[in-house]
């Protein structure tokens, strides 16, 4: 079993910056990715962005430029520096891991508010 805890949302001004941190534990195999999405009420679940565990990285559209994701591999921890928030960032943010092509895990989530 694997276990995600994310830190780090809260709430922002718009043009602000906000860094979530998502530590795994657990049974956790060297070769996965590690990511975030988010859910903002009504829509659907989307990509923020993640990383394997060879430092590949993929954005979702609505954040390249403005998001970084990186880990640590030697923490299992993976981050997420969001810079130049807008409203629209505003979501449930939630952190992933997904290993030997079929194990997915979730964290609980953690708000992020962008105000205007």
């Known amino acids: 079993q694997v276990h995600l805890v994310e830190s780090g949302g809260g709430l922002v001004q718009a043009g602000g910056s906000l860094r979530l941190s998502c530590a795994a534990s657990?049974?956790?195999?060297?070769?996965?990715?590690m990511g975030w999405y988010r859910q903002a009420p009504g829509k659907q679940r989307e990509l923020v962005a993640h990383i394997t565990s060879g430092g590949i990285t993929n954005y979702g559209d609505s954040v390249k430029g403005r998001f970084t994701i990186s880990r640590d591999n030697a923490k299992n921890t993976v981050y997420l520096q969001m810079n130049s928030l807008k409203p629209e960032d505003t979501a449930v943010y939630y952190c992933?891991?997904?290993?030997?092509?079929?194990?997915?895990?979730w964290g609980q989530g953690t708000q992020v508010t962008v105000s205007s």
């Open positions: 992933n891991l997904f290993q030997r092509l079929q194990y997915n895990y």
């Open positions: 657990g049974s956790i195999f060297s070769i996965n990715t």
